[in-house]
């Protein structure tokens, strides 16, 4: 028994130094080539040389996904040769080195794309690949005869689920880290319509200089995001869950700052924030995520602006507030008409505020009361199954990757 676990450790040992040469090394760059060509279908691997350090290449030909079949092919060669433990070993391994390499590079958005996606497509794989009959409904014939034939997976893809929506909440924050320091300059410091300044109250205290960041800096930074998780092949359904919740925070931190900051509370600030949120629906549309949810998130940040800009004279204004503001909560409408500096002084709020205060009361006895929105929030992550058109006996490691540890059988 001692020379049993002697051997079994000794394997395992073994089995976390390859994983880790892998991961180590596709965690360097975000992409990388890849050639087709006719293969054996399954690999193996031994004692891995130490890999060199190099920087893949990011080509427009290239199988961002490529780190995520090796690893499958690899659990097939362990099917194959009906060996649970090794398959044991080497998804603890894959684990491991996943996990390793996310945390070292926990800055690097594209890094961490690139394991998001490739952990992604091995819960796909071992699903396409795997005993359940209904995600194979979309396979070749040719795939089919790829399935596992002594091991059911699916036990794992719990496991690696729950690394991906880690590794999915890892990349929100770091996408958040870089996007909030420019909200509150892009979307109400800013001044993209011309003359609106000089409307703005006495009381406004604006900027001494030109805001470190405008609209068109936040624009830019939200495509560099879509463009790296394009880059990466990640699905579009993810794709959209995570601008959905990138988006949330955009509205979430700049009507926080309108709620706390009183002399941003006029018509001209209303009119410039309409402004400025158009631009972002119409870059969602631009991208194709006007049906991903990121639309309806922005709707506080969208009424907080119209009421900013609506007549506040009578009891019918305050009629139409009720019956427009149903995104924003009871304390949020109230905190906005309180603050609220008329621009040449001319309106009242007397019967009108009084009234606007009752019927929200009668509106919502029981509804929301937060003032302030808890940007940390996250919406829950779906990641959905995708079945691959790739062809397993055609993929082919370039040879420039040197794993040299990989031999085809």
Request: proline letters at 6%; one cysteine or more.
């Amino acid at each position: 028994q001692e020379k049993s676990m002697l051997k079994l450790q000794k394997q395992l040992k073994t089995s976390m130094k390859q994983i880790q040469a892998l991961t180590a090394l596709v965690g360097q760059a975000p992409a990388c080539d890849l050639w087709l060509g006719p293969q054996a279908p399954s690999w193996t691997h031994s004692s891995p040389s130490r890999p060199a350090d190099f920087k893949l290449q990011n080509n427009p030909g290239a199988l961002p996904a490529l780190p995520a079949y090796i690893l499958f092919m690899c659990f097939r060669h362990a099917d194959s040769g009906h060996d649970e433990h090794r398959i044991r070993s080497l998804f603890a391994a894959a684990v491991s080195g996943i996990k390793r390499v996310v945390k070292k590079h926990s800055e690097d958005f594209d890094v961490v794309v690139l394991w998001l996606a490739n952990t992604c497509c091995l819960i796909n794989c071992l699903r396409q690949y795997g005993r359940d009959q209904s995600y194979r409904l979309a396979n070749t014939p040719k795939q089919n005869q790829h399935c596992l034939r002594n091991f059911d997976l699916a036990s794992h893809c719990q496991s690696l689920g729950d690394l991906a929506i880690q590794i999915y909440q890892q990349l929100i924050r770091l996408a958040q880290k870089k996007l909030k320091p420019m909200i509150v300059a892009a979307m109400l410091e800013s001044e993209t319509i011309q003359g609106l300044s000089s409307a703005r109250p006495p009381s406004y205290r604006k900027q001494p200089a030109a805001p470190a960041y405008t609209l068109d800096s936040l624009l830019q930074q939200l495509s560099s995001f879509h463009e790296a998780l394009g880059r990466h092949q990640l699905e579009p359904v993810v794709v959209g869950q995570a601008f959905r919740q990138l988006l949330f925070t955009v509205s979430g931190v700049a009507l926080n700052y309108l709620l706390l900051r009183r002399d941003a509370c006029s018509w001209s600030q209303g009119v410039q924030l309409r402004y400025n949120v158009s631009q972002l629906e119409e870059w969602l549309r631009a991208k194709g995520l006007q049906q991903s949810g990121a639309m309806e998130v922005l709707q506080p940040l969208i009424q907080a602006a119209q009421l900013l800009q609506v007549k506040k004279t009578t009891e019918e204004d305050a009629e139409a507030i009720c019956c427009l503001c149903t995104a924003l909560t009871t304390p949020q409408i109230m905190k906005i008409l309180r603050a609220y500096t008329p621009a040449a002084g001319l309106e009242e709020r007397t019967g009108w505020f009084l009234s606007t205060q009752d019927r929200l009361a009668e509106r919502t006895p029981a509804g929301p009361c937060q003032l302030l929105v808890d940007t940390a929030h996250l919406f829950p992550v779906h990641l959905p199954f995708s079945c691959s058109p790739v062809q397993l006996d055609e993929l082919r490691i370039p040879d420039s990757i040197n794993l040299t540890f990989l031999t085809r059988v």
